[in-house]
């Protein structure tokens, strides 16, 4: 299974992007997916998650209101889309997916099995 992260880039603050986390030899709607991030000298971050099931989603609290998560199942890919962003947002984004994502707590890296490899995110002007 390999996830491909992309869509990252260099955006000014209060400008958008679209991350897309695309699969291959794997149905993503199977998994839980999750966004993580990290930036320099700073602890691994869960952004974002969307469960397997029903759809329903996590969202750190840095980012509520901001960032939205979706999944297209048919093309087996999952989006980030991040508005409203800010120089605190500059990181490495990385998707995630695991079978058994609890959205008891879903912001667990150790429940998710295949990581992308990241795309870079840098808000400044």
């Known amino acids: 299974v390999q996830l491909q992260a992309s869509g990252g880039g260099l955006v000014q603050p209060g400008g958008s992007l679209r991350l897309s986390c695309a699969a291959s030899?794997?149905?993503?709607?199977?998994?839980?997916i999750g966004w993580f991030r990290q930036a320099p000298g700073k602890e691994r971050e869960a952004v974002s998650c969307?469960?397997?099931?029903?759809?329903?989603?996590y969202y750190g609290d840095s980012v509520k209101g901001r960032f939205t998560i979706s999944r297209d199942n048919a093309k087996s890919t999952v989006y980030l889309q991040m508005n409203s962003l800010n120089p605190e947002d500059t990181a490495v984004y990385y998707c995630?997916?695991?079978?058994?994502?609890?959205?008891?707590?879903?912001?667990?890296?150790?429940?998710?099995?295949?990581w992308g490899q990241g795309t870079q995110v840098t808000v400044s002007s």
């Open positions: 995630a997916a695991g079978p058994a994502i609890s959205m008891v707590d879903p912001t667990v890296p150790d429940k998710y099995v295949f």
């Open positions: 969307i469960s397997k099931s029903d759809g329903s989603t």
């Open positions: 030899a794997v149905t993503l709607e199977h998994y839980g």
